[in-house]
């Protein structure tokens, strides 16, 4: 049972989630909760594929995070900001 007890000592630190089924398409491709020296913080990401001409290979999958915001104690956010990706200058 001390797998059990380790488990339960766990903090729970947050949880991120694929979208699978976007609303649209300038939903977040990733999104959820992180908690960061005990605040709870929300989360959007934008799946992307690296150009090759960096330090990753052609082709390899990231994500970038677009939104970090505090939740508030009720695990709403202020205001929304999603925004279109393809509006962004190169």
Do not use: C, W
Not at 4 to 12: A, G, I, S, T
Not at 21 to 32: A, E, F, H, L, T
Not at 34 to 45: E, L, P
Not at 64 to 73: G, S
């Amino acid at each position: 049972m001390i797998e059990n007890d380790q488990k339960k000592e766990r903090p729970d630190l947050g949880a991120a989630f694929i979208a699978v089924n976007k609303k649209s398409p300038s939903s977040y491709d990733m999104s959820g909760t992180i908690v960061v020296d005990g605040i709870k913080h929300r989360f959007g990401a934008y799946k992307q594929k690296a150009s090759g001409k960096g330090k990753m290979p052609e082709g390899t999958e990231f994500y970038t995070f677009y939104r970090v915001e505090k939740a508030d104690a009720d695990g709403a956010t202020a205001a929304d900001t999603s925004f279109n990706p393809s509006e962004l200058e190169a």
